[in-house]
């Protein structure tokens, strides 16, 4: 959970990395705590950087930033010896809140 002091965070700037083998873009939505829903397109692998306003109705508000994402990959199907039977998308390397 992230907590927003009144006043004080204006944006998100989300870091990570799109791991999937596959070609093809992932989408992660990002629920906001209204309920809403902001999707942005990871087009392909490799590195990635969002930076997100936040909604007015967040500031000094105490929320949760669940994160879905469509698309992904089970490891055991791409790589052989692979015993990894997880469903993966993508690795979030931080996350910063920014005034």
Same mark, same amino acid.
């Given at each position: 959970? &992230?907590?927003?002091?009144?006043?004080?965070?204006? @944006?998100?700037?989300?870091?990570?990395? *799109?791991? @999937?083998? #596959?070609? /093809?873009?992932?989408?992660?939505? &990002?629920?906001?705590? !209204?309920?809403? #829903?902001?999707?942005?397109?990871?087009?392909?692998? /490799?590195? +990635?950087? =969002?930076? =997100?306003?936040?909604?007015?109705?967040?500031?000094?508000?105490?929320?949760?930033?669940?994160? *879905?994402?469509?698309? /992904? +990959?089970?490891?055991?199907? *791409?790589?052989?010896?692979?015993? !990894?039977?997880? *469903?993966?998308?993508? &690795?979030? !390397?931080? #996350?910063?809140? !920014?005034?």
């Amino acid at each position: 959970e &992230l907590r927003i002091r009144p006043g004080s965070w204006r @944006s998100i700037t989300l870091t990570g990395r *799109h791991m @999937s083998p #596959l070609t /093809g873009a992932l989408t992660l939505q &990002l629920q906001w705590p !209204d309920g809403s #829903l902001a999707s942005y397109k990871l087009a392909e692998p /490799g590195p +990635f950087s =969002l930076k =997100l306003a936040l909604p007015v109705a967040t500031v000094g508000a105490h929320w949760r930033l669940p994160i *879905h994402v469509n698309g /992904g +990959f089970v490891p055991s199907e *791409h790589h052989a010896g692979s015993g !990894d039977n997880r *469903h993966l998308a993508c &690795l979030i !390397d931080g #996350l910063q809140l !920014d005034e």
